[in-house]
């Protein structure tokens, strides 16, 4: 009972990180944007965030406010190399990734290995000492509630607002979007400055909640999980939550497996998340069918005078 307990009550430090990844990735595909830089943002996020937080009198608030500009920034940097200047979509997210890892290998060494306080649970008196669940729904800290939050928003920006119904044009028939008087430039790069902002809470939180250390690479791929997470989801909001409490649950069990001793090879455990990654890539292939749900003009640059 206890390792169920505990598996629940750290689940969404493993699934925050995630879900809240694949929401800014969802903004920008949805856009017709192909972001594969996303582990490259998250890094640079989490480096902010540590600085911000040992530099500014241990402010978890403020370290996080800082990871969602660092987000911004990177992502309206990889923006306007992909929409202004219409650069190749996938070479320019990878490069962003080994952007991510050089920089901050470059500059964080000072905060680097450094314990961080982060965020703190909430506790509420009667609900968070209910058995089996009461920690995992009522003894989270503050943006895992937030995230929840962050889900319902998205979804009803895309699906019950005319921007959302612009930008979803705007992934699927630029051209007609176009043709209706939609600005299909300033969508996707405000798409993947806001989806980078997303993106930079995330690694925020890596640092600041799941994790509460920087180190180096210290995204392990999640940046790539994230990306299948939103093929998974089917590129839907509420999919995502889902799926990221499959992946978060898969990844915070494996401490837990760890601790009980159990004879299962340490590198078969790590490889894990993987694994599952690699089968959800082979679920969405053939349950999709070539992708038929992806808009159908994501990775595709828009010239205007192109338009017929």
Known sequence: MDFITFWLASMPLF???????????????????????????????????AAAYIEFGNSTALGLIIAIIAGAVVGFGFGF?????????????????FLGSGLTGLIGVPWTNVALGGLQPIRIPGLTDVPIIGRFLFGQDPVVYITILL????????????????????????????????????????????GGAFIGLAGGYLALGSAKIFVFDMTQGRGWIAVALVIFARWMPWRAL????????????????????????????????????????????????????????LGMPYVRQDRR
């Not at 879900?19 to 996020?45: D, F, K, T």
């Not at 992934?171 to 008087?181: C, F, H």
């Open 15 to 49: 699934s925050v990180p995630l879900v809240v990844a694949a929401l800014g990735l969802i903004l920008n595909e949805r856009a017709g944007v192909l972001n594969l830089g996303c582990e490259g943002i998250m890094l640079c996020s989490a480096l902010a965030a």
């Open 81 to 97: 190399f992909v929409v202004v200047l219409r650069t190749n979509q996938v070479v320019t997210g990878i490069t962003v990734v």
């Open 151 to 194: 889900v319902a928003a998205v979804w009803y920006f895309l699906y019950r607002t005319r921007r959302g119904l612009e930008l979803r044009a705007v992934g699927e028939n630029p051209q007609a979007a176009d043709a209706d008087g939609v600005n299909v430039e300033g969508y996707r790069l405000l798409s993947a400055t806001v």
């Open 242 to 297: 889902a799926g990221g409490l499959l992946f978060g649950g898969i990844e915070a069990i494996i401490p837990r497996i760890k601790a009980l001793g159990l004879p299962i090879p340490q590198y078969f455990l790590e490889m894990a998340p993987y694994a599952v990654t690699l089968f959800v890539l082979i679920y969405a292939a053939l349950r999709l069918r070539a992708g038929q749900d992806a808009p159908k003009a």
